[in-house]
């Protein structure tokens, strides 16, 4: 299983060897004014298509019941045009967050497709499957999900009889406050879960410190109290969700 789980490691990191370390600036440049006719995007489809190759002609001569030179050349096949596809219509979207993840994990779908195709077996997906599904990993999952979005509706809710009190033009980032929250309540579960709770004091001195020069200039008694309330209660939350979480996964 060790080995089988290499394989799909090595793919997965000859595509960011490919995707990141050996396709220039000037290969996307051209493929986002030429599309289709951009001849550095046969380029780039061919580095992949041998990084692909290498890895499949390491696994044939490692592991054992490999499929052969056939399997080597159908996999670097299947990844060079799937590639070449899944990057022309990227090239024809904007160039948004979005769409660099979706095409990411088209490429990913498209190299585990050519991992169980190489080995024959659906068992590892199965094994995925069971292990997703378990009440450990939708526990974590829940109480991820929870410390984003629905915990920001419930702190700007719980703060908002004193965030009327505030100016409104505040002279930071629209909607900063809320990503840094959700930020601040992802490493504190993560922390939680981890068992390093001493890291979470650390946090909580960190945030301090980069606050306290712009809390000292406004000279905002009512700015500087709400900004400790809304610390303490989106740590407090992160805090107690994760020890929950922690309580029920060990049964106790």
């Not at 498209?110 to 195709?117: G, K, Q, R, S």
């Not at 068992?195 to 606050?211: E, H, P």
């Amino acid at each position: 299983m060790n080995g089988d789980l290499s394989l799909l490691l090595g793919l997965i990191l000859a595509h960011l060897t490919g995707d990141f370390l050996l396709q220039p600036r000037h290969w996307v440049e051209e493929r986002l004014q030429r599309l289709h006719r951009s001849r550095h995007l046969l380029h780039h489809v061919a580095v992949h298509a041998c990084l692909t190759a290498l890895v499949l002609l390491v696994a044939m001569l490692l592991l054992p019941d490999s499929p052969g030179w056939l399997g080597v050349a159908g996999g670097a096949l299947a990844v060079a045009a799937s590639h070449w596809l899944i990057d022309y219509l990227k090239a024809r979207l904007p160039g948004q967050l979005r769409w660099f993840i979706l095409d990411q994990a088209l490429h990913l779908l498209v190299l585990c497709m050519v991992w169980l195709a190489w080995l024959g077996s659906l068992v590892p997906l199965q094994a995925f499957a069971t292990w997703l599904l378990s009440p450990t990993v939708l526990g974590v999952a829940t109480a991820y999900l929870i410390v984003t979005r629905p915990l920001s509706f419930v702190i700007a809710m719980l703060m908002q009889r004193w965030s009327s009190q505030l100016e409104e033009d505040s002279g930071t980032l629209a909607q900063a406050g809320a990503r840094i929250g959700m930020l601040e309540r992802l490493l504190v579960l993560s922390l939680v879960l981890l068992d390093q709770l001493t890291a979470v004091g650390f946090l909580l001195a960190a945030k301090s410190v980069l606050r306290y020069g712009d809390l000292r200039e406004t000279k905002d008694r009512k700015l500087t109290e709400y900004v400790l309330l809304g610390t303490l209660v989106s740590v407090a939350s992160a805090l107690l969700l994760g020890l929950l979480v922690r309580l029920l996964v060990s049964g106790g």
